[in-house]
């Protein structure tokens, strides 16, 4: 049974940091592209970042590019979402994601951590 389970997500006032964690079992991590996607209240689901097997290539959205990093750590099959400098517009629901291709679509989605920016 696959599961990706996000956590990390809280209140935090403008300007600070979180860390975002999505454990995954089930899978063949080390094979797979991870990626973090937010949807805020009343928007669609975007992409935020996404990693691909090895760690080597990155995406960021220019939205966060600057301010968020995504890693990974493949022998604890965890990906991570280091986020500073954080606005009131990153409020959202984060969720985690796995690809089975780079460029391909999420065939696996976490069930999302909220991520509230509010002073």
């Known amino acids: 049974q696959v599961q990706l389970v996000e956590s990390g997500g809280g209140v935090v006032q403008p300007g600070g940091s979180l860390r975002l964690s999505c454990t995954a079992s089930?899978?063949?991590?080390?094979?797979?592209?991870m990626s973090w996607f937010r949807q805020a209240p009343g928007k669609e689901r975007e992409l935020v970042a996404k990693?691909?097997?090895?760690?080597?290539?990155?995406t960021h959205a220019k939205s966060v590019k600057g301010r968020f990093t995504i890693s990974r750590d493949n022998s604890k099959n965890t990906v991570y979402l280091q986020m500073n400098s954080l606005k009131p517009e990153d409020t959202a629901m984060y969720y985690c994601?796995?690809?089975?291709?780079?460029?391909?679509?999420?065939?696996?989605w976490g069930k999302g951590t909220l991520v509230t920016v509010s002073s």
């Open positions: 089930g899978l063949a991590f080390g094979t797979l592209t």
């Open positions: 990693i691909g097997e090895y760690g080597v290539s990155t």
């Open positions: 994601g796995a690809l089975t291709r780079y460029f391909g679509d999420v065939g696996w």
